[in-house]
């Protein structure tokens, strides 16, 4: 794949800030020199930035990353670090030939078996359609990574990598009974691992070996509704079909990269809803610009968590409908506020694709619009503490495997996000500060909360409130009697 950079000229350019303890902030600004070959690239990268899916109108030649080094540094990147290793089963060539996934490639024979049964095509027949694609596959790994491997070789391990893969997702989105060769050959221990390994950074094959492969099992639809019901057994933890389309035009590097795109959705309007945040790609003007949004640590803060937010009237919803681009969305009302969530699960595997999902945002030749790191920092910023999972977990928006409460918040806790989309991020804790200031409304909220958030809460008031008009009428008229018509 070539890199064609088109002829018009483009202004913007990108400056990028980080220390070891704030996010990167990556920001706009215009009438600056561009070199004519990242043209594209640049342009690719601001659409990211303002909620747009990457439209690849030009070509360039993406690989497969290692986790890059800086993400397994300090503390927290030191006891992560297995967190980015294969458990169970080595994809493609930079874990191959351990001897700890000695196993899991015995299985893979057997699965490779079983895919060329389900689709109708012998071996051989899958081998050769693989073959097609072998070279723009190994065009997709790192530069050396395949040299050990001739096109033969290589081809194979693609193939008994790709039909293992399918095959998997195919046992867990259909249901079927085939799912019990995983625990017969793996156990039930390598099997609940399967789907962390399979979502690994450096675990990945290309997309363009396993659309080969699903086009010749699910020929209908080239598998939309297998990656389908997948993908949202992994989002909500049952098997369904939803209208959000997996693939539709989308032409991803590898399988993480597609389920990271379907992952969530960041509405376009949170980074671009106010003319504050538009305004990231003019120059600043002292007049009319808030000082905060260039002040990176200020743009930086965390807001409020569950409960905080809570307590001044600002309430939590899952949305029903997520393929309007609403993954995250705060309204403010006269009398309350109202935060609309994604609703999500989180099992034992869910901190290992997190992170993966994180290292692939950091790696470099991917634009995008840092979708996952900034709904993370957003769900770190809401739980702190076990009451804020209890109440995500009574509003149906996070529902956990782990046990207890705690180990979630431990979860998010030891999840770093180097870099968020501040575009976004900023907007959305910019309007929930600016709710949580305004005094009437918090007054409401803190009347609502306190004093009428049960119904003994508000029999007690409505009791109380009238002793009170009784006793205050019994004052007043015995001070100023009524007159007596008597006499």
């Not at 993370?376 to 503490?385: A, D, E, P, T, Y």
Request: one cysteine or more; aromatic letters at 10%.
């Amino acid at each position: 794949m070539s890199s064609v950079a088109p002829s018009k000229k483009y202004s913007n350019t990108m400056d990028m800030d980080m220390t070891e303890t704030e996010d990167v902030l990556v920001e706009i600004t215009d009438n600056q020199q561009v070199n004519n070959n990242n043209i594209g690239v640049i342009g690719e990268w601001v659409a990211c930035l303002r909620g747009k899916e990457a439209t690849n109108d030009y070509k360039r030649q993406r690989q497969i990353q290692k986790v890059p080094p800086l993400l397994l540094e300090g503390e927290k990147g030191q006891r992560n670090r297995d967190c980015y290793k294969p458990a169970v089963v080595s994809l493609g060539p930079y874990h191959h030939k351990q001897d700890r996934f000695a196993q899991a490639e015995k299985y893979k024979h057997i699965t490779l078996k079983e895919y060329s049964l389900s689709t109708g095509e012998n071996i051989d027949s899958l081998y050769n359609k693989v073959f097609e694609v072998v070279h723009d596959a190994r065009k997709c790994y790192i530069d050396g990574s395949t040299d050990a491997y001739n096109d033969d070789e290589f081809n194979q391990m693609m193939l008994r990598d790709g039909c293992f893969v399918l095959f998997y997702i195919e046992c867990i989105s259909c249901q079927n009974s085939k799912s019990v060769l995983n625990n017969e050959y793996l156990g039930a221990l390598g099997f609940a691992n399967l789907t962390r390994d399979i979502f690994l950074l450096e675990n990945q094959i290309p997309f363009i070996v396993l659309e080969v492969l699903l086009k010749l099992s699910f020929p209908k639809d080239n598998g939309e509704d297998v990656l389908n019901g997948f993908f949202n057994y992994l989002n909500y933890g049952e098997v369904i079909i939803r209208d959000k389309k997996v693939l539709g035009r989308k032409q991803p590097l590898h399988l993480l990269e597609l389920y990271r795109s379907y992952f969530i959705s960041l509405s376009a309007s949170l980074a671009l809803g106010s003319t504050k945040s538009s305004s990231m790609g003019r120059r600043r003007s002292k007049e009319n610009d808030s000082v905060e949004d260039y002040n990176y640590v200020k743009r930086n803060r965390s807001f409020a968590s569950v409960t905080e937010l809570k307590a001044k009237g600002i309430f939590l919803k899952f949305t029903h409908d997520e393929s309007k681009n609403e993954g995250i969305k705060f309204y403010s009302r006269h009398c309350y506020g109202k935060l609309v969530l994604v609703r999500r699960v989180v099992s034992p595997n869910t901190k290992a694709i997190y992170l993966n999902m994180i290292a692939y945002e950091m790696c470099p030749h991917n634009p995008n619009d840092f979708r996952i790191s900034t709904y993370l920092r957003v769900m770190k910023s809401l739980v702190i503490q076990r009451d804020d999972v209890k109440e995500l977990r009574a509003k149906g928006i996070l529902i956990h495997s782990l046990g207890r409460d705690e180990e979630v918040v431990k979860m998010y806790d030891e999840i770093e996000t180097p870099a968020v989309n501040l575009y976004m991020f900023h907007q959305l804790r910019q309007q929930i500060e600016k709710h949580c200031n305004s005094k009437y409304k918090t007054w409401v909220a803190e009347l609502l909360t306190v004093y009428l958030g049960g119904p003994w809460k508000t029999l007690a008031l409505l009791v109380a409130t009238a002793i009170l008009f009784t006793t205050f009428l019994q004052t007043y008229f015995t001070i100023r009697p009524l007159p007596d018509n008597a006499s």
